[in-house]
């Protein structure tokens, strides 16, 4: 579902090509089988920022087939890396070969686990951290993932704005959903207000969320 007018989101969409080469065929093929991969106008945002930054380290929570981490690689600065998150073996049987595929075995490190026991164990400090995993955890995640962002470090969360509903009342959302409904909009208040933090959420994608330590 597109969060702005579909004539809109369609031109924009025709005029912002997938990605070029091998990189582009498994955009493609992701795409194409449903698997939760960012989406490309997500990605062109992404390439404007990371381009800006050129960041050293990126963390990243939630990889699924690795197609994020590949494409991020590509902005960082010379001899830097990414740290990613994932713990369901389909998925991270499925990037691994993509990373032996495009040769970034040695730039991206993959750590298997739970996210947020990971990240509690994590000393390290990054220029860019990107969340696209449960968007219910995002909350949670929260202060570890600022602890782990150095200061005027950028921190990208995904999917925030669940197709419209975090605008509606809480019972006026499906039951099932109601859970990350609060929770995602404990997050979007808390780092609107954390005077720690700058932010801005923008209709992009499912909702993408630009939020600077300060």
Sequence with gaps: MSLVDKSLAD????????????????????????LPIIPNDVARLMSVLLG????????????????SSIFMSGFLAEGGSITTIDRYPYMIER???????????????????DAAE???????????????????QYI????????????????????????GRVARERLDVPRRQRTTHTRLNEFLDRISTDKGLRS????????????QKL
Aim: hydrophobic share 45%; net charge negative.
């Design 11 to 34: 031109y924009i969409e025709n005029i912002q090509p997938l990605c070029g080469g091998e990189l582009g065929k498994l955009q493609r093929q992701a795409y194409e089988e449903g």
């Design 140 to 163: 949670n995640f929260l202060p570890d993932i600022v602890r782990l962002t150095r200061k005027g470090g950028l921190i990208i969360a995904d999917d925030v704005l669940q197709d």
């Design 52 to 67: 800006i930054m050129q960041p050293k380290r990126i963390l990243e929570i939630g990889m699924a087939v690795g197609f």
């Design 200 to 211: 801005s959420i923008l209709t992009v994608g499912d909702g993408v969320a630009l939020i």
């Design 118 to 136: 990971v990240i509690r164990e994590l000393d390290e400090e990054f220029d860019v951290v990107f969340l696209d995993a449960a968007k219910g």
């Design 95 to 113: 990037a691994r070969d993509n990373f032996k595929r495009f040769g970034k075995e040695d730039t991206i490190k993959l750590i298997v686990g």
